[in-house]
């Protein structure tokens, strides 16, 4: 068999998404719009935010809305609305030069007759359509002036035609009779079945049966009588903007010079009626713009309506882009106008941007709270914290050196025994043990240990140790708004988030609280605190504060307090006893006893405490120094860059009373 050289070859896919295209990679999207949260946007304001600027590598929205303006520049830029004028005096320059070189080589005429026509030719009025109109009844001599003459009812015929049906300039071109009849037949057809529809007697048979009469002057291909309106509609509003925009002479002109369109005036009778039935049908469309067009390009009507309609897609695609209404998603897009105005690869950037923002609000990480709002979900709540948490660690790695204590472990001599594992146990596998049980079961149930062994959960016992290893922690965070002011505001949340994940991960046997304090101070949830918006209020409650760590405390008697504060002001309000916030600046003594005394009672309970000051307040210093003196507790001063690490530090120094290890437990 011979062999045959076979050559392929490859280009973009362009038959919608690309299949083989990888998922959208939301690792971006939603640090960008976690960290918008965090300095006080909504989840939705911020996914729209990030749709705008795009990503690294990829267009946004705003990008799109660009193109889409610098194209509409474009075409008002490059083109001017006197292309058919323009040829149509071509025409009759061509026509009235070759008649008077007949005239002058006609030695056989009579010379009044000769002088007669070269006085009709001479006296021709400037206006292109006034001299056309008044040719109409001339008798040429020359077979080249009325093959010129002709030509001109043929362009206006096939303009004008063209404006309402795209393609029709190049389809009639060398148009026979018979052509020409069945486009009359169509026009008196469509006509025909708009005033059925007007009047709701029409029926789909009557529809098919147009189409299958004259579908070749439709290259939409509507499938339906209202898809056969959309598209007649918006090319005839769009012939409507075209002569609003011309200058009231050109429009002046070709009206006039409408009449000779084909030598025919009932052509133009037909397409009133049609105009006049798609006014009525589709009064939404723009019939009454105009446009200011500046360049030198001349077009003809039927490009001319061309341009408009690719102005007023333009026009929908700005909207379309703004997602400036209520509801508005960018699966609603138009991605073949897109792609038919800017190129695919602008469909493309617009294509992906709407798989990330259905992927963020459909794939769970945003979900439509109780208010019907937007909200981070628990899935990007933890696939955050574990992102901050993972940075967290590289920074204390970095100001560290490793460690080789691990975090597996628990603090404190073992005792020798063991117990069941239960939940949240952060103790270590007691193996001999795991592996007895394990044993003991496989026999009991009737297998032999000797082809393997299968663990389950009631198999595992962890050693007990002297010390104890859970902790109830309290982070409290400093609200005032001066934490915002001052840039400490996205540090603080993203402090809270890497801490959370690495207690819920890791830790699960510890117990973690999340309260603020400003003005009042609040427990709170973790995306609570992430969406908190910075309110412009006066007041560093830190006495209230303390009073809610106290209770938590309270709540988990068996377990290592440790308390965790974090603020950039010293106190300057307190709880009264009717449970009102009394605010003073300077700090009064009364707001400095109670924090004190409060702060005593925690210390008194054995709890381990650290102060993270925030910024350079010479009376803060003196405030947490004296604080920490009174119940043996810590100071540390970090840069607000580096406050995740000092925390997430601190925390696990006081869990394990010692260095807290390499970053595995951010793993």
Known sequence: MAAHNRSSRYSRYAGGPDPLAPPVDLAEALDAVAEDVMAGYSPERALQEFLRRGGRNREGLDDLAGRVQQRRRDLLSHHRLDGTLNEVRKLLDMAVLAERKQLARDVE??????????MQLQSLPDSTAAAVNELASYDWQSDTAREAYERIKDLLGRE???????????ALESATDE????VSGMLADVNELLDKHRRGEDTDADFQEFMGRHGRFFPEDPQSVEELIDALARRAAAAQRLLQSMSAEQRDELMRLSSQAFGSPELMSQLDQLDSSLRALRPGEDWSGSERFEGQEGLGLGDGTGVLQDLADLDELAEQLSQSYNGSRLDELDLDALARQLGPDAAVSAR????????????????????GDLQLSPQAMRRLGKSLLRDTAK?????????????????????????????????????????TNAIRRTIADGGDPGSGLRLVVGDIEVTETEARTQAAVVLLVDVSFSMA??????????TALALHHLVSTRFRGDRLALITFGRYAQSMDIGALTALPAVRTQGT????????????????????????VVTDGEPTAHLTAEGEAWFSWPPEPETIRVTVTELDRLGQAGTQVTFFRLGEDPGLDRFVQGMARRIDGRVVAPDPADLGAAVVGEYLRAHFRGPYGNADWAS
């Open 179 to 182: 052509d020409r009849a069945a």
């Open 485 to 494: 002011a001052e840039g400490r505001w996205l540090p603080m949340k993203r």
């Open 352 to 371: 992906t941007l709407a798989e990330i923002e259905r992927a963020m609000q459909d794939g769970g990480y945003l979900r439509h709270g109780a208010d």
């Open 541 to 564: 409650n830190l006495h209230h504060g303390l009073l809610l760590a106290h209770r938590f405390f309270s709540q988990h008697r068996s377990m290592q307090p440790v308390l965790l």
């Open 109 to 118: 005429m009579d010379n009044t007759d000769r002088a007669f026509r070269e």
């Open 395 to 435: 920074q204390l790695s970095g100001q560290q050196g490793r460690r080789d204590t691990r975090a597996a472990g628990a603090a404190g001599e073992q005792t020798g025994s063991s117990r069941e594992w239960q939940f949240g146990d952060a103790e270590p596998w007691d193996v001999t043990r795991t592996i």
């Open 160 to 170: 004008v035609l063209d404006q309402r049906f795209a393609g029709m300039k190049q």
